[in-house]
């Protein structure tokens, strides 16, 4: 046990089938790893879906399901478009400027975010934290929201408000617009989400 | 290597069957060293009887754990049937879901005051070191299991609470996005996620936890336990090598802590039985509506134990950088111009607070807010290097310290409040101050605890007979 003299020969040895059975466990690790990820079934869903925007009011919201995520159609009032030029100043993004590629389709890049301006169509979910916002389309004051608010949406979880083009005010915690998918008009009352005309 | 040891031939039958199993297995020696012949300071008050309860809130836990899960279905579409089930038709079902639920947040009452007890007496300082940071990996490996546990009965806040803290890892930068992915497995949080939630819950965080709760009790036993006084009773020891301040942990300790866990079964019994819910502190009404993933609740916040970190992650938006940006700034230059660094210490101290500033501003307020609330938990396991106080305990230390914790204690109390509210100006600023607090008294412990003038430590104990 105490012997000082060190066999060096052997140590080089064990040191190096340690170093090949620690390589063979990492190799081993690849499966379990590799577990965590989405399963096939988990990657086929996601289809587009077809949404009939017929019966959609002015001034409403539906909501339909989108690989998961709740997807908003809201017909605004023109009321509420006359109010989205004003609001820009207390926008973190007004341009939608940040991450175009992955939050707004080319053909929604103006100031009401959509491709008719009266429909928007956006997912619902805070680019923040992704609680789905609440709506507070009643200009005004009213609890947790300041008292110029112009409508549009309140996120329940941190408090980052959207305006009604989905798009984020300042110093909140939300960083981003809300996501606008890929979408085209079938025709002039249907709508398809997560497909569009690829220019 | 032990010789083989006869037994003496007077022996009865149970001495002779004991002398057979010592043989074989340390069980005397092992019964000597953590309960007979453990020696634990004989002043130990109030505040040392939740080590024991944390242990025992620990079998209620598994044990009911062990029960749910005959009845509970990890599967999307049946997991929050399956739990209704347990509470209208399974015979005793109801009692052992409820003493599960208020465990969870009884386990968290009792680890809190366990760890201001630690901070009152400087349970952490040398030699302990490693006892709390064990104890640091318990409290983390407990936040961990709660969170996995609150998925499971698939409610609203369940899914758009493990929603959110699931995105928290989306945020930070570069793998962000690919890691949120791998924890929950499917692109939404769905049934993969609460399946491998349901499987760390059960079995994988359970066994770090019971390393863990190992590893603390060795290293305590190891050093020993501190007490209320802050001094070492190995330092005076008698002719047999036993403290003499000590008392064996049996019979002393365990009839004080027979004595405390039977008051804490009637406050824990009295809740499972007439306020199960906690009055929506301990399970969430909105907890017994399904889950829906394509509506928020319109009012959500996590259970009470996590929401002091949760009002700091609100804390941190743009104008909460900015303000850290400054206070970077005027510590970087007040560390040049009064930290006594040399020209090379001063110019890395300049770097590494341009640096912070420039990354402060160059990544969202988001990935801070996350940083920030990961770094109140982790900035714990640092205590025994911040405090250089001359005492380890608080009955020692200049009487403003006492102040210092009061201030600390009444604004973590005051983040837990607001985190369970809806989110607010007011509240958010006071959030902010609570947030600068909270480190502030960490990170500049170093300093503070060592001002003041300190009170002389008695050579014994203080130790009144009753």
Redesign the interface.
């Known amino acids: 046990m105490s012997d000082p003299k060190i066999d060096s020969g052997k140590r080089t040895w064990i040191i190096a089938s340690g170093c090949a059975g620690a390589v063979g466990v990492g190799f081993a690790a690849v499966p379990f790893?590799g577990s965590?990820?989405?399963?096939e079934r988990?990657r086929a869903a996601?289809a587009a879906v077809e949404a009939d925007i017929s019966a959609l009011k002015p001034g409403e919201k539906m909501?339909v399901?989108w690989?998961?995520?709740?997807v908003w159609i809201i017909r605004r009032t023109p009321e509420q478009l006359a109010e989205l030029p004003k609001v820009d100043g207390l926008l973190a993004d007004p341009k939608s400027a940040r991450k175009p590629d992955e939050l707004t389709p080319l053909y929604a890049r103006n100031e009401g975010r959509s491709i008719k301006p009266e429909v928007l169509v956006v997912v619902?979910i805070c680019s923040?934290?992704?609680?789905?916002?609440?709506d507070k389309f009643t200009p005004g004051a009213q609890?947790?929201l300041p008292d110029t608010w112009a409508g549009g949406f309140l996120?329940?979880?941190?408090?980052s408000t959207f305006d009604m083009a989905g798009r984020v005010y300042?110093?909140?915690?939300?960083?981003d617009n809300l996501e606008v998918p890929p979408h085209m008009y079938l025709s002039d009352t249907r709508l398809i989400i997560g497909e569009d005309k690829k220019a | 290597m032990a010789t083989y040891k006869e037994a003496p031939p007077d022996a009865t039958a149970p001495q002779k069957l004991l002398n057979w199993v010592d043989n074989r297995f340390p069980l005397s020696k092992l019964y000597n060293e953590h309960l007979g012949e453990y020696y634990a300071p004989k002043n130990f008050n109030f505040w040392y009887i939740f080590g024991a309860l944390a242990m025992l809130v620990l079998v209620i836990q598994i044990v009911t754990g062990i029960f749910l899960v005959m009845h509970y279905k990890p599967d999307a579409s049946l997991a929050f049937a399956s739990v209704e089930y347990i509470m209208r038709d399974v015979p005793g079902g109801w009692i052992i879901r409820y003493m599960h639920s208020t465990g969870a947040s009884a386990f968290f009452i009792v680890i809190y005051l366990h760890m201001f007890r630690g901070l009152l007496y400087g349970s952490y300082r040398k030699p302990r070191e490693l006892v709390w940071i064990f104890g640091c990996g318990i409290f983390l490996a407990l936040m961990a299991e709660a969170f996995m546990g609150y998925l499971l009965p698939w409610g609203q806040m369940s899914y758009?609470g493990a929603?959110?803290?699931?995105?928290?890892f989306?945020?930070v930068p570069f793998v962000g996005p690919d890691l949120a992915?791998?924890?929950?497995?499917?692109?939404?949080v769905?049934d993969?996620t609460l399946n491998?939630f349901f499987s760390f819950h059960v079995i994988a965080v359970p066994l770090v936890l019971l390393g863990l709760v190992a590893a603390h009790i060795i290293a305590l036993h190891e050093v020993g336990s501190n007490n209320p006084d802050g001094i070492e009773i190995k330092a005076k020891k008698d002719a047999r090598g036993i403290p003499l301040d000590g008392i064996p942990f049996h019979p002393f300790y365990t009839v004080h802590d027979i004595f405390a866990a039977s008051i804490f079964l009637m406050i824990f019994t009295a809740v499972v039985f007439f306020a199960p819910e906690g009055g929506g502190y301990f399970l969430e009404y909105n907890n017994y509506i399904e889950a829906n993933?394509?509506?928020?609740?319109?009012?959500?916040a996590p259970v009470w134990y996590f929401t002091p970190f949760y009002s700091m992650?609100?804390a941190?938006?743009?104008?909460m950088v900015n303000v850290l940006c400054a206070v970077l700034g005027v510590a970087g230059v007040l560390g040049i111009v009064k930290g006594g660094f040399g020209a090379k210490g001063k110019l890395a101290l300049a770097i590494a607070a341009i640096v912070g500033v420039v990354l402060l501003k160059a990544f969202?307020?988001?990935f801070w807010?996350v940083v920030v609330m990961g770094g109140a938990v982790i900035i714990l396991f640092f205590l025994p290097w911040l405090d250089r106080s001359l005492s380890k305990s608080i009955r020692y230390r200049p009487s403003w310290h006492a102040y210092v914790y009061g201030v600390f204690v009444f604004f973590f109390l005051v983040l837990g409040y607001l985190g369970a509210q809806?989110?607010?100006d007011v509240g958010?600023y006071v959030s902010q101050i609570g947030t600068f607090l909270y480190f502030g008294f960490f990170l500049l412990m170093p300093w503070w605890s060592r001002m003041g003038t300190f009170k002389p430590v008695p050579d014994r104990v203080t130790f009144a007979a009753h």
Not at chain 2, 316 to 319: A, F, I, P
């Open positions: 790893v965590f990820q989405p399963s988990a996601g909501t399901e690989r998961g995520k709740p619902g923040h934290l992704g609680c789905s916002p609440s609890p947790s996120c329940p979880c941190h408090g300042k110093n909140k915690p939300a960083p | 758009w929603q959110v803290i699931v995105n928290l989306a945020a992915l791998l924890i929950r497995g499917d692109y939404v769905g993969a491998r993933p394509l509506k928020t609740p319109a009012h959500i992650l609100r941190t938006n743009d104008l969202d307020a988001k807010g809806p989110p607010s958010n």
